[in-house]
């Protein structure tokens, strides 16, 4: 062999064809050719292989190649054999044989035809360090990975062969133990271990919710506005999405109309607004759901981190006859990259929860980092960093609301904050389609807030901007770039 090695072709030889071999061999290589299977300078197959791999003589194989290089699709290196050639020719012989662009599969369910209409949240740029104003990045800078690797080498030091084999399909015990305890003094619930389901991230969570509670056709009411992130599993389970509107005091649960089998609702911080639903308002969400018969799907996102508002108690701690299901998840609160969350059921449900996690073919997470996120929070560090980390949002709040008071002064208003990591800002005069395409150009992130809206007609000229990833320099220097992309959008 010299340098690289031979590609692998799929030519098929029909001997009842009436084109002979030499022929066919001829177009199966010119096709790959032309359609991307061998690229420009990729090493074709020996005459020898080709002969072989077919089942034909060498002088066939040799007169086909022959021809493709007299062509200019193929090229000969003397000692190295055939290769594809940098350029084709300009002008095909047969043009025709090309492959089409028209797509002839079947066609697609009407169900991911939905599901591709819902609206990504936001346009990352590349990646790299986070940058102004990214929605959903912690301070990941600040995340103590040192502690976590030593606990983590400690649990692979300890490994037993036991533990290397499949886990318990709700999750591990020691965190299922450690997330009740927390969630029971942070949260206000009333849970034990056995009602807790670890499962592989919040989306992963929302997925397995849909398919337990929903039959296709079935309604579900989410808040308008609200996060796609639920759409699209409510979608994806064929359910019929009804937006309830959301005021200043959260979720209008007396507006829900229609026949629902399920709610979901963010009453600890709504998203993306960010107001906490008001006690209230949250008795009134459980009656109207007890009436109508149905579930709640309660996704206590970010509730970790208040900013000076009191907190009230979760729809799971108010709840009195078994229809709330908690979403939890440690995204925000650890780090995104460990996709773990957890969902606390009624006892009556955990049963057909590890039933509906078996026939979709999903056993419990990892145990490796199951482990591990057990042991940083019976060790107290998970709560040490949460006070450390409530102290630092608080200073990057403080330093986004000074840096658009400076550099955008009324341009851009941003809506009190009570929790959470990103802020809603209004516009004025400004489109905020063009100032998210301004923004970008200057290496800056923000996302319109009509992204969050079923029914697009009802959305107000805003942005939500994320804090939490962005030191307060950074912030300063993201505000700088985003009032000359307001100005650049006005224009």
Known sequence: MHGRSALSLFIRIDPGSGAGLQQQIYDGVRRAILQGAAAPGARLPSSRSLAADLGVSRTTAVLALDQLVSEGYVTPRRGSGMFVAEELPDDPLDPGSAPSTAPRHPPFSRRSTALSAIPPPARRLPAGPARPFRIGTPALELFPVGLWSRLASRRQRSLTAAQLDYGEPAGLPALREAIAAHVQAARGTRCDAGQVHVVAGAQRALDLVCRLLLDPGDEAWVEEPGYPGAWSALLSAGARIVPVPVDAEGIDASAAAGRARVFYVTPSHQFPLGMPTSLRRRLALLKRAADAGVWIVEDDY??????????????????????????????????????????????????????????????????????????????????????????????????????????????????????????????????????????????????????????????????????????????????????????????
Do not use: N
């Not at 009624?346 to 482990?371: I, V």
């Not at 005069?429 to 992130?445: N, S, T």
């Not at 307060?472 to 700088?480: D, K, V």
């Open 302 to 491: 970010d509730s970790e981190f208040r900013h000076g508002a009191r907190p009230i108690p979760c729809l799971h701690g108010l709840d009195t006859d078994g229809r709330v299901i908690y979403l939890g998840s440690f995204s925000k609160s650890v780090f995104p990259a460990l996709r773990l969350g957890f969902l606390i059921v009624p006892p009556d449900l955990g049963e057909l929860l590890s039933a509906a996690r078996r026939s979709g073919a999903e056993l419990s997470p990892p145990f490796l980092e199951q482990a591990v996120l057990a042991d940083f929070i019976a060790g107290g560090h998970f709560e040490r960093h949460l006070r450390r980390m409530r102290t630092v949002y608080r200073e990057r709040l403080a330093a986004l609301s000074a840096a658009a008071e400076r550099f955008c002064g009324g341009a851009l208003r941003l809506r009190p904050v009570a929790t959470g990591l990103h802020a809603v800002a209004d516009l004025d005069g400004a489109d905020p389609e063009r100032v998210c395409e301004e923004a970008r150009k200057r290496g800056v992130e923000v996302t319109p807030l009509s992204s969050y809206y079923v029914e697009r007609s009802g959305a107000a000229g805003a942005l939500v901007l994320g804090f939490g990833a962005v030191r307060p320099e950074g912030i300063e220097r993201g505000m700088r770039q985003l009032a000359a992309a307001i100005e650049a959008a006005t224009r």
